[in-house]
């Protein structure tokens, strides 16, 4: 079974400061890792693939595999940060399919 | 290019009627998919479509028929509504592109419907 895991519900961070967001995940064969973020009344997007390698936004996520972690990371966080992020598991097999965490509401205190 | 798009936007319903939500998408993706956002439980996959006159059963199917008549189109039936099926349903399509078997949803604005 695939499932995603953000522990988290509600973080809050004074803006500067560094902020970490959560994300464990258990799948039986090599995963492909995303995290997506839903501003304010808008879609949700993607922010960033494990695969890429990327840093979008100055957002980070490492894959620990032996962990089963994709922990999203940014050293300094701005008040444009306040957002929905969810954690995402795309799993080999049929339909490509998504799984998604429970998602973590972050707010930057200015 | 609007990408992929979802009407209505809102919709009220009462207990035991009938609607369809519409999913477009200009991106020739062969992929579709509707999910159900719900506080504190994430995206649940109700049910997706591989192509054209495919579907398959997701997570949460219970309630919801779909069809995929055209491979732009991913229509979402609710039969009879319930107070349970009160939520924000988003549609989300991908593709797969050469030399990368997974690649990134794109998702729909959302429909925020409510079953009274």
């Known amino acids: 079974a695939q499932r995603v895991t953000q522990p988290e519900k509600l973080l809050s961070v004074f803006k500067g400061a560094p902020v970490e967001l959560k994300c464990n995940y258990s799948?039986?064969?090599?995963?492909?890792l995303f995290w997506y973020v839903q501003y304010s009344r808008q879609r949700l997007q993607l922010l960033l693939r494990?695969?890429s390698r990327e840093s979008i936004k100055g957002f980070t996520a490492d894959l620990n595999k032996g962990e089963t972690s994709f922990h999203l990371k940014k050293p300094f966080a701005q008040e444009e940060d306040s957002a929905m992020y969810y954690c995402?598991?795309?799993?080999?097999?049929?339909?490509?399919?998504?799984?998604f965490g429970t998602g973590t509401s972050l707010t930057v205190i200015p | 290019n609007a990408g992929v798009t979802q009407t209505p936007k809102f919709r009220v319903l009462k207990t035991g009627q009938s609607m369809t939500l519409l999913c477009a998408q200009d991106?020739?993706?062969?992929?579709m998919y509707w999910y159900r956002q719900d506080p504190g439980m994430g995206l649940r996959l109700i049910h997706y479509?591989?192509?054209?006159?495919?579907?398959a059963k997701g997570e949460v199917p219970d309630g919801y028929n779909v069809s995929r008549l055209k491979k732009q189109n991913f229509l979402l039936g609710l039969e009879s509504a319930a107070p349970s099926q009160t939520s924000v349903y988003f549609c989300?399509?991908?593709?797969?592109?050469?030399?990368?078997?997974?690649?990134?949803?794109?998702f729909g604005p959302g429909t925020r419907l409510t079953v009274l």
């Open positions: 479509s591989v192509g054209e006159g495919t579907t």
């Open positions: 799948y039986s064969g090599s995963p492909e």
């Open positions: 995402a598991l795309s799993a080999t097999g049929t339909g490509n399919q998504f799984y």
């Open positions: 494990h695969i």
């Open positions: 989300a399509s991908t593709t797969l592109s050469s030399g990368t078997l997974y690649n990134e949803q794109f």
């Open positions: 991106m020739n993706h062969e992929y």
